[in-house]
């Protein structure tokens, strides 16, 4: 399924941490596409934070802080 924000890796688990059941949506996105659509949103990113894949882990993280400029 095509998310609203373009290509991306959907997903949809059915069950959480020790097989409690959860229903919500996770649209994993690349991060250059997530600082254009903040940027776009007129967002300004004060940090982020990038975590490699490690320990059989098979996607890189992103982490971003954005907040939205004070009108003058």
Same mark, same amino acid.
């Given at each position: 399924?095509?998310? /609203?924000?373009?290509?991306?890796? =959907? &997903?949809? #688990?059915?069950?959480?941490?020790? *097989?409690? /059941?959860?229903?919500?949506?996770? =649209? &994993?996105? #690349?991060?250059?596409?997530?600082? *254009?659509?903040?940027?776009?949103?007129?967002?300004?990113?004060?940090?982020?934070?990038?975590?490699?894949?490690?320990?059989?882990?098979?996607?890189?993280?992103?982490?971003?802080?954005?907040?939205?400029?004070?009108?003058?």
């Amino acid at each position: 399924m095509q998310s /609203p924000w373009g290509d991306d890796e =959907h &997903l949809r #688990p059915a069950q959480a941490y020790g *097989g409690h /059941p959860v229903s919500y949506e996770s =649209h &994993l996105l #690349p991060k250059e596409r997530i600082v *254009g659509l903040l940027d776009r949103a007129g967002l300004v990113i004060t940090a982020h934070m990038v975590q490699e894949p490690d320990n059989g882990a098979t996607r890189t993280i992103a982490t971003f802080l954005a907040l939205k400029p004070e009108r003058p």
